[in-house]
């Protein structure tokens, strides 16, 4: 059964940063596309920043282009999301997630497995 653990979310001021992790457990993690999502109070789900299994593609939200980085370690079998000037409408419940290589990697309806979530709060 594949497993994924998020850590490292916690409480910033605006313009902070914070390095999100994702371990994971269970499966092959290098057969698969990974992404962190993220929902805040009153809205849906959306997609922060995924990268397919090879590691050599990925996509971010518009908002967090520039600000934010998405990397896998292989070796540990550990995704991050290393999140700088975070601004407070970054503030939200940030998920990882996984879905098999055969997946479509940028479409979030795709991902399998999922992670309880890590808060992330920034404050003005």
């Known amino acids: 059964q594949v497993q994924l653990v998020e850590s490292g979310g916690g409480l910033v001021q605006a313009g902070g940063s914070l390095r999100l992790s994702c371990a994971a457990s269970g499966g092959t993690f290098t057969s698969w596309h990974m992404g962190w999502f993220r929902q805040a109070p009153g809205k849906e789900r959306e997609l922060v920043a995924v990268?397919?299994?090879?590691?050599?593609?990925?996509v971010y939200l518009d908002s967090v282009k520039g600000r934010f980085t998405i990397s896998r370690d292989n070796a540990k079998n550990t995704m991050y999301l290393q999140m700088n000037s975070l601004k407070p409408e970054d503030t939200a419940v940030y998920y990882c997630?996984?879905?098999?290589?055969?997946?479509?990697?940028?479409?979030?309806?795709?991902?399998?497995?999922w992670g309880q979530g890590t808060q992330v709060t920034v404050s003005s």
């Open positions: 990268m397919r299994w090879t590691g050599t593609n990925t």
């Open positions: 997630a996984a879905a098999w290589y055969g997946r479509n990697w940028y479409k979030m309806d795709e991902y399998d497995y």
